[in-house]
């Protein structure tokens, strides 16, 4: 069984920040790309940012400049810095990653539960 577990998420006034980690865990043989998602009421999931396994990153106009992804392979884990915090930044926001477990040998995409993120102005 294979999980990604977010954590970080809360309550944030405008303008300040927060970290997200998402951690992997399991029968995990390598991890591909890892990214984060949101969602906020009323609206359909987006991408918001994205890393490879070489470190090469992407970002919605939305959020360039203020938020930063990353990862540690070696902790299965990446990480979403979000900066100068919007009202419009409050979602949900998931883990995304394409990973190959040991038993399966073909990439698999998973999904986080979500961590909630309200930014309040």
């Known amino acids: 069984q294979v999980q990604l577990a977010e954590s970080g998420g809360g309550l944030v006034q405008a303008g300040g920040s927060l970290r997200l980690s998402c951690a992997a865990s399991g029968s995990i043989f390598s991890i591909n790309t890892m990214g984060w998602y949101r969602q906020a009421p009323g609206k359909q999931r987006e991408l918001v940012a994205g890393i490879t396994s070489s470190g090469s990153t992407n970002y919605a106009d939305s959020v360039k400049g203020r938020f930063t992804i990353s990862r540690d392979d070696a902790k299965g884990t990446v990480y979403l810095q979000m900066n100068s915090l919007k009202p419009e930044d409050t979602a949900v926001y998931y883990c995304?990653?394409?990973?190959?477990?040991?038993?399966?040998?073909?990439?698999?995409?998973?999904w986080g539960q979500g961590t909630l993120v309200t930014v309040s102005s």
């Open positions: 995304n990653a394409d990973l190959m477990t040991i038993a399966i040998r073909r990439y698999l995409e998973v």
